[in-house]
T-cell receptor
Framework: DGGITQSPKYLFRKEGQNVTLSCEQNLNHDAMYWYRQDPGQGLRLIYYSQIVNDFQKGDIAEGYSVSREKKESFPLTVTSAQKNPTAFYLC??????????????FGSGTRLTVV | SQQGEEDPQALSIQEGENATMNCSYKTSINNLQWYRQNSGRGLVHLILIRSNEREKHSGRLRVTLDTSKKSSSLLITASRAADTASYFCARGNASGGSYIPTFGRGTSLIVHP
């Protein structure tokens, strides 16, 4: 089955540590995205990538970093510079059409907690 | 980025009743999409309506779009307890060849059996 896989489902981070969240898709989608969701809030865009080896900052990129070395993979690193990282992180992918005719496919999320 | 809101923020109904939730936006769009999120899960795409469409149906879902009022509504008819979830609209616009939708805070729907 085609889909998008996020791992781990739950992640605990100590203060001052960097952690990396995995996102893999086998849908052959061009574009991939990372969103952050806080309780009772909507999704806020962290980073997105439309093609391999290229990515753009979203609305809340500070304290995060990404890479896109393969079409299938778009890992997100939450660095120690992110002061409030506890949140639910969602990865998504889509075919890269400018008029957005295709909806997004989302992973099942990673819940990150700072301990 | 574009901002907009879904309303109401929360909706509680009995099974069998209809549920209506609304989405507003501020700038022009190419299309608007509705998503559903079960608690602690990712979002699932429900329906897409293009800016030149006024109404679209999918099973028990009916979406309308009024571009003059910059608003859309999602109607779930004959609701079921399994419809309990949060519902988000994503407002889409193309900018420089990229398509980045923005999401509101969603409507939390509870359907009581």
């Amino acid at each position: 089955d085609g889909g998008i896989t996020q791992s781990p489902k739950y992640l605990f981070r100590k203060e001052g540590q960097n952690v990396t969240l995995s996102c893999e898709q086998n849908l052959n989608h061009d574009a991939m995205y990372w969103y952050r969701q806080d309780p009772g809030q909507g999704l806020r865009l962290i980073y997105y990538s439309q093609i391999v080896n290229d990515f753009q900052k979203g609305d809340i990129a500070e304290g995060y970093s990404v890479s896109r070395e393969k079409k299938e993979s778009f890992p997100l690193t939450v660095t120690s510079a992110q002061k409030n990282p506890t949140a639910f992180y969602l990865c998504a992918s889509s075919i890269n059409l400018p008029d957005g005719l295709y909806g997004y496919t989302f992973g099942s999320g990673t819940r990150l907690t700072v301990v | 980025s574009q901002q907009g809101e879904e309303d109401p923020q929360a909706l509680s109904i009995q099974e069998g009743e209809n549920a209506t939730m609304n989405c507003s936006y501020k700038t022009s769009i190419n299309n608007l999409q509705w998503y559903r999120q079960n608690s602690g899960r990712g979002l699932v795409h429900l329906i897409l309506i293009r800016s030149n469409e006024r109404e679209k149906h999918s099973g028990r879902l009916r979406v309308t779009l009024d571009t003059s009022k910059k608003s859309s509504s999602l109607l779930i008819t004959a609701s079921r307890a399994a419809d309990t979830a949060s519902y988000f609209c994503a407002r889409g616009n193309a900018s420089g060849g990229s398509y980045i939708p923005t999401f509101g805070r969603g409507t939390s729907l509870i359907v009581h059996p």
